[in-house]
């Protein structure tokens, strides 16, 4: 039972590269979720989806791009990586309901320099 | 953005101890869930609260939702190594995303 999944664990990028955060659930979760966490800020999100097909901007959204193909895959886009995003990333994933408590992966922590 | 606020932000007890981490808003939450996370791994639900009053235990882990639902509380008995983590208050406001807390590291000395 994976649960949610996230690759890559670590990764480093220069300024203004691009890249793929990798994201999947097989909890046949619809609600998925992107959060950012940099120390004593708690988790901000980014963008969420509540089923394939459908996104929407979250809290701090700009720099980033997502899109959900499938119900078990979310991936966040980074285009034109700058130092400000340079953070631990975590996907979540929920049922319709956020009661029920988000399932995170481990996360991806990403450093721009 | 609904506002959380947590605190204390770092609580260092010996182990044996009793802590409290406290959560506020100005809002009311429709539930409020507690988190722990520890280094590398992503949070771990700990327990949802969503009733006003509403008090859960979980081993030696005690969660209090106040009763006007805009505070809640987490208190540790007898605090063990083990309890060493970052704990996170999130609220949900009338929809499905949870807004989070900034995050109280709390490190256990044995």
């Known amino acids: 039972n994976a649960g949610v999944t996230q690759t890559p664990k670590f990764r480093i990028l220069k300024i203004g590269q691009s890249m793929t955060l990798q994201c999947t659930q097989d909890?046949?979760?619809?609600?998925m979720y992107w959060y950012r966490q940099d120390p004593g800020m708690g988790l901000k999100l980014i963008y969420y989806s509540v089923g394939a097909g459908i996104t929407d901007k979250g809290e701090v959204p700009n720099g980033y791009n997502v899109s959900r193909s499938t119900t078990e895959d979310f991936p966040l886009r980074l285009e034109l990586a700058a130092p400000s995003q340079t953070s631990v990333y975590f996907c979540?994933?929920?049922?319709?309901?956020?009661?029920?408590?988000?399932?995170f992966g481990s996360g991806t922590r990403l450093t721009v320099v | 953005t609904q506002l959380l606020e947590q605190s204390p932000q770092f609580l260092s007890i010996q182990e044996g101890e009793n802590l409290t981490v406290y959560c506020n808003s100005s809002s009311v939450f429709s539930s409020l869930q507690w988190y722990r996370q520890e280094p590398g791994e992503g949070p771990v639900l700990l327990v949802t609260?969503?009733?006003?009053?509403e008090v859960k235990k979980l081993k030696r882990l005690t969660f209090q939702f106040g009763d006007a639902r805009k505070d809640s509380s987490l208190h540790i008995t007898a605090a063990q190594p083990g309890d060493t983590g970052l704990y996170l208050c999130a609220g949900e406001f009338n929809d499905y995303k949870l807004s989070f807390g900034a995050g109280t590291t709390v490190t256990v000395r044995a």
């Open positions: 609260v969503v009733t006003g009053g």
């Open positions: 979540a994933s929920s049922y319709s309901s956020g009661m029920r408590g988000y399932t």
């Open positions: 909890m046949n979760h619809n609600y």
